[in-house]
């Protein structure tokens, strides 16, 4: 089992470095990728619920955020009553390159499966699943 553990961390390690190259014409990095999708995806989610939904330290999305509004992808207004919540909205720029971001995540998905079966992709994507919801279960305990 602790090689397969390694196993997962040595594709996502691959994954960022591909992302890393094929999203270098937007000037965004790869890891923000999964921010200007889930953003477009949710117009209005706050950067709490952002943290919550990718399972990321607040503080990690609030630099990437930072950045992502530098940068025009992302606009961040001031939820009513509460002064210390954002809301975050996708902007025109992030929006035309939505498909784009999709088609880098395909693109790595369809590469790192090259020579599976419809059969293996499906099981693959099934136990990886139920994997998700254990590792679910653990964050909403410490919630």
Request: proline share 2%.
């Amino acid at each position: 089992m602790a090689k397969f553990m390694r196993n997962i961390d040595l594709v996502q390690r691959c994954s960022g470095f591909y992302k890393e190259e094929k999203l270098a014409p937007y000037g965004i990095a790869g890891c923000q990728s999964k921010y200007i999708i889930e953003i477009c995806l949710n117009p209005g989610i706050t950067q709490e619920e952002l943290s919550r939904s990718l399972f990321l330290h607040k503080s990690n999305v609030a630099r990437q955020i930072n950045l992502l509004v530098k940068d025009g992808y992302v606009t961040r207004e001031q939820k009513d009553g509460d002064r210390r919540a954002y809301l975050l909205y996708p902007t025109q720029k992030a929006m035309d390159i939505l498909s784009d971001l999709r088609a880098v995540h395909a693109g790595w998905r369809e590469f790192i499966t090259t020579g599976f079966t419809e059969e293996e992709k499906a099981q693959l994507s099934y136990l990886t699943e139920k994997m998700v919801q254990n590792a679910r279960g653990y964050m909403e305990s410490k919630q």
